[in-house]
């Protein structure tokens, strides 16, 4: 177990992360992409929905899998796949507030886009708290979990693993910084069904923290600061 009295930078996944599934954001996301994928292979949703599932599964992403399956234009897919409608994330005051108390700096590292990414920080109300994201494009195309991305994530935000917290929904996302010496915390959600698939799979020793209230654990946690 690795505790955060160390930590100088705090790292976080966006979807379904820093946002609560139960908002429903990434549904819209999903169903976006289920509809490419019956576009780009000009197959029926339903068989395209089982496909997108494991492509998903295999490679990180759906669209990772359609790069390297079927040479999918990435730009094309995230520009459709991310046109949304945000109004369902909700402003959250107390992860603002939680946020705010945190000392050091915080950090987004997504599988998404920076447009993405911005527009979900504006509608929680929490922008002024990051001052870098590192998006699927900075990553090349590779997502979570592949070890690649993180090492380059590190590289450039010149970020101490050892002295780093990382935040995400998925388990296997946090295997690599658990490795790389990062102290490591899932966000958990009973609406976050892909998530708690992946999650329901062998154990989990790469995750030191889990949390369904991200506000609350990291209001919780600043409280145990030696500066507090």
């Known amino acids: 177990m690795r505790g955060f009295d160390h930590i100088e930078t705090w790292v976080f996944d966006l979807d379904n992360t820093l946002y609560p599934a139960s908002c429903r954001l990434f549904d819209q996301i999903d169903r976006k ?5 019956s576009e780009i292979l000009k197959i029926a949703p339903t068989e395209a929905r089982t496909i997108q599932k494991g492509l998903f ?10 790069m390297v399956e079927h040479e999918v234009d990435p ?4 520009r459709h796949a991310h046109d949304i409608d945000y109004a369902p994330v909700p402003l959250n005051i107390r992860l603002d507030e939680a946020l705010h108390a945190l000392p050091g700096r915080k950090l987004i590292f997504t599988n998404g886009t920076v447009s993405h990414a911005e527009s979900v920080l504006e509608r929680l ?6 001052n870098d994201i590192f998006d699927i494009v900075h990553s090349d195309y590779i997502p979570k979990p592949e070890r690649g991305p993180y090492e380059k994530f590190i590289r450039q935000t010149s970020i101490r693993p050892e002295t780093s917290a990382m935040f995400e929904d998925i388990a296997r996302n946090l295997e690599a910084p658990h490795d790389m010496g990062m102290t490591t915390v899932l966000v958990t ?3 976050n069904a892909d998530a708690n698939i992946l999650n329901g799979i ?3 020793d790469h995750v030191h923290h889990v949390t ?3 506000a ?7 409280a145990k600061l030696p500066q507090h």
């Open 33 to 37: 992409m289920t509809g490419l994928v």
């Open 202 to 204: 062998g154990r989990a």
């Open 189 to 191: 959600s009973d609406d």
């Open 75 to 78: 730009a094309y897919f995230l």
């Open 57 to 66: 599964h295999k490679y990180g992403t759906t669209l990772r899998g359609l």
């Open 125 to 130: 109300g929490v922008t002024r708290h990051f």
């Open 216 to 222: 609350e654990f990291l209001k919780s946690v600043s």
């Open 212 to 214: 369904s209230d991200l």
